[in-house]
């Protein structure tokens, strides 16, 4: 199955556009590509790397939870959406200390930049954990993924629980062809740190199996649909499990696929690694309902990856 995540990054570097995009960072990009992972197979997490697992099923578990505040995040140890909560920290009239103007290019080529913008970064970060106040004014991201799926906000003033609907028609109604999730919502993405890149999910069943297919909108995919695909295996799982139901495939469909310019290293360098067999993934028995989980009840087994290989993150 990881072949066919390394076939796309083989399948960039041959023929990607060159793209010049948001960060300013530029790009290797193709348009439309799809691979398919059976989930029976094994757990698609990447071998040719170390992908932190913890990260991906506290993140997984946050959006479950509706929440779009970093705080909890951080007490999970996970920094993933750390960059745009402090983004928006350094451009408000709080943040008293050392100008961070263009901060994210700026720590990449200066190191004593770097250095002070770690420091500055890991206050803000500390004082979100231990300043509920200061989450509550720093931490909150607005309508990304967590309220997108639990609350989403009708014209009526009324919310929509999308993941729990979604959950009783796949058990009433197995062969709707509605069994839809969407997080793109054209009112709130100006208003919000980083607009759905993973768009649109459906499920679909057949022969007693859940598959699922994404649309992604835009794939970072050296740092981030790694994460992707292994959080969207994680929740067929997960539903599949509440359900009565096998894991089938994930299908996993990109608009924009990108290799940025400065993870180009990076990815010839796993590209030259040798695929190991893939993980199996442990869910607690006793758990029923996909809300009821905790990080201790889910974990994976088997897995004996390559080391892990930095990159920057563009933001």
């Known amino acids: 199955m ?23 960072t530029g790009t290797k990009s193709l348009f439309g590509y799809q691979m398919r992972f059976d989930l029976s197979q094994g757990f698609p ?13 506290s993140e997984l578990l946050w959006f479950l939870k509706g929440d779009t505040n970093i705080q909890y995040l951080l007490k999970h140890k996970n920094h993933i959406w750390d960059e745009w909560a ?41 004082k979100i954990i231990e300043d509920d106040e200061f989450a509550k004014k720093f931490g909150e991201l607005g309508d990304v993924y967590g309220s997108q799926w639990r609350e989403w906000k009708t014209r009526q003033g009324d919310t929509i629980d999308q993941i729990s609907d ?38 679909y069943v057949a022969d007693g199996k859940l598959s699922c297919q994404l649309y992604q909108r835009s ?20 539903i599949a499990k509440e359900v009565g139901l096998e894991v089938g495939e994930f299908i996993h469909t990109l608009g924009d696929a990108h290799i940025y310019s400065n993870h180009m290293e990076q990815v010839k360098e796993q590209l030259t690694r040798e695929v190991q067999p893939m993980p ?9 309902s996909i809300f009821d ?23």
Not at 93 to 117: I, Q
Not at 282 to 287: F, Q
Not at 293 to 315: C, L, Q, R, T, W
Request: with cysteine.
């Open 45 to 57: 997490l990447l071998t040719t790397k170390k992908v932190p697992f913890g990260l991906i099923k």
């Open 2 to 24: 990881e072949e066919t995540y390394l076939q796309l990054e083989r399948d960039i570097l041959a023929n990607g556009n060159d793209k010049t995009d948001r960060t300013q």
């Open 219 to 238: 794939g970072d995919v050296f740092l981030g649909v790694p994460f992707n695909i292994a959080s969207y295996a994680l929740l067929t799982h997960l």
């Open 280 to 288: 199996k993934l442990w869910l607690n028995p006793d758990k029923e």
């Open 86 to 126: 402090f983004k928006n920290y350094i451009e408000s009239n709080d943040y008293v200390g050392p100008d961070m103007t263009d901060f994210g290019r700026r720590a990449l080529s200066d190191p004593e930049f770097k250095k002070e913008y770690d420091v500055q970064k890991k206050v803000f970060c500390d």
């Open 166 to 203: 979604v959950i009783e028609a796949i058990k009433k109604t197995p062969d709707s062809r509605r069994l839809i999730v969407s997080a793109w919502n054209p009112e709130d993405v100006p208003n919000v740190a980083l607009p759905p890149c993973h768009t649109l999910f459906q499920f």
């Open 293 to 315: 989980y905790d990080m201790s009840d889910i974990k994976i087994e088997g897995y004996n990856p390559a080391p892990p290989i930095k990159a920057p993150v563009a933001v």
